[in-house]
C-alpha cells in the first residue's frame, strides 16, 4: 500500500520542515499541531516524519485515555533511549528535575537530532505538562 496523498496540508508540512532545519542547528521547538478529531492530526505528523532525513531519530509516545492517567505516559514509551536510568529516575525517590534535566540533555546532545511525538495530549496528565513546560523553557 502507498503512502497516504495529503489534501490542503503543503502549507503545514513546509512550516513543519521549517521548524525541524531551525532545530537541527541548535534552536529547538516545540509545535502543537491541533484540530478537531479525525482532522489528519496523525497523518500529517507521520507525512513530515517519513520526509525527515535518516539522522533525524524520532521518538513517538501516546497519552492514554484513563481517568488518572500514568505519570509521563507518552514519556514510557520511549524513555530508556533517552536517559539510562530512566527506572531509577521514575521511582520514589526521583526528583523530577532530575528526569527533566536527563531528558534534556539527551535531547541536547551534540550529534544528534531528535523529533518526539506526544500524541493525544488532552489525555494526558500532570507531570508530562511540566516536562513540557520545563523543556519548552530551554530549548
Known amino acids: 500500500m502507498g503512502a497516504t496523498r495529503l489534501l490542503e496540508r503543503d502549507d ?33 505528523v507521520e507525512r513530515f516524519r517519513r520526509d525527515l532525513t535518516v539522522t533525524t531519530e524520532v521518538m513517538w509516545g501516546s497519552c492514554e485515555p484513563m481517568t ?20 531509577d529516575l521514575i521511582g520514589w525517590r526521583a526528583r523530577r528535575y532530575r528526569l527533566f534535566t536527563g531528558v ?25 505538562f511540566d516536562l513540557l513546560r520545563f523543556l519548552s523553557r530551554r530549548i
Open 12 to 44: 503545514l508540512l513546509s512550516e513543519l520542515r521549517e521548524h525541524a532545519r531551525a532545530s537541527r542547528t541548535g534552536d529547538g521547538r516545540i509545535v502543537l499541531v491541533g484540530g478537531e478529531a479525525g482532522a489528519g492530526k496523525t497523518s500529517l
Open 68 to 87: 488518572a492517567p500514568a505519570p509521563f505516559g507518552p514519556l514510557l514509551d520511549f524513555a530508556t533511549e533517552l536517559v539510562e536510568d530512566f527506572e
Open 104 to 128: 534534556l540533555a539527551s535531547l541536547k546532545a551534540t550529534g544528534r537530532h531528535r523529533l518526539l511525538v506526544f500524541e493525544d495530549l488532552h489525555w494526558a496528565d500532570e507531570a508530562t
